[in-house]
């Protein structure tokens, strides 16, 4: 079946534009998760989404970083006023459920100039 | 508090030869643990996860991860190693009343022919 999806796969926007992130998940995952992959680093939680439940959103860097879901599937990951430090790769992943392995997307590799 | 080490930044073998990747964890109750594993420009693939039940599990490609709890180790082995499992690898955990995961800083494996 289709896997977790992301558009774009690449963004370059200027410093100080905002950017939006989508997130497909496979269908019928109840958990969506956003990470961010900085170059040479590891992987940064960023936000969590379980079902209905209210978002766990202890990993946004700073209230620049937004993010919904809507009608439980789609997600978008929403930059405000983008930085030069913002520039990473923003990976999205879904499971089942929450005890369950996550799946990952491709990636959104964001250049900020 | 959760967290993982990946003692290794990098790690290289032969091919044909057996290839071991580190993961040392710490959470405050029972560990769900899991490994990935990233091929270039790729998002992050499941290779094995331990929840419960046998120490050894085993995993896509060929891997196998052993659980230690005494070591609070989960190390990624194979047997027999191929060129075409070099790529970064990174081990994750969590609390099992925890709702995101905590990855390791990652190790890069190359294999040489």
């Known amino acids: 079946g289709a896997g977790v999806s992301q558009s774009p796969s690449n963004k370059v926007t200027e410093k100080g534009k905002d950017v939006e992130l989508r997130c497909d998940p496979i269908?019928?995952?109840?958990?969506l998760y956003w990470y961010r992959q900085s170059l040479g680093q590891g992987l940064e939680f960023l936000i969590y989404?379980?079902?209905?439940?209210?978002?766990?959103k202890s990993g946004l860097p700073s209230d620049r970083f937004s993010a919904e879901r809507t009608g439980g599937s789609v997600s978008t990951l929403t930059i405000q006023r983008t930085q030069q430090e913002d520039s990473a790769v923003y990976l999205c992943?879904?499971?089942?459920?929450?005890?369950?392995?996550?799946?990952f997307g491709p990636g959104t590799r964001l250049t900020v100039t | 508090a959760q967290s993982v080490a990946q003692p290794e930044d990098q790690v290289n073998v032969a091919e044909g030869n057996p290839l071991t990747v580190k993961c040392t964890y710490s959470?405050?109750?029972?560990?769900?643990l899991f490994w990935y594993v990233q091929y270039p420009n790729r998002g992050l693939q499941f290779l094995l996860k331990?929840?419960?039940?046998?120490?050894l599990v085993k995993g896509s490609y060929g891997f196998e991860a052993e659980f230690n709890k005494s070591q609070t180790s989960f190390h990624l082995k194979k047997p027999s190693a191929l060129v075409s499992d070099s790529a970064l690898y990174f081990c994750?955990?969590?609390?099992?009343?925890?709702?995101?995961?905590?990855f390791g800083a990652g190790t890069t494996v190359t294999v040489r022919a």
């Open positions: 992943a879904s499971s089942l459920e929450r005890a369950h392995e996550q799946y």
């Open positions: 269908s019928g995952h109840t958990a």
């Open positions: 989404f379980q079902g209905n439940s209210a978002p766990d």
């Open positions: 959470v405050s109750g029972n560990p769900y």
């Open positions: 331990y929840i419960t039940g046998d120490n």
């Open positions: 994750a955990v969590r609390d099992y009343r925890a709702d995101k995961l905590s």
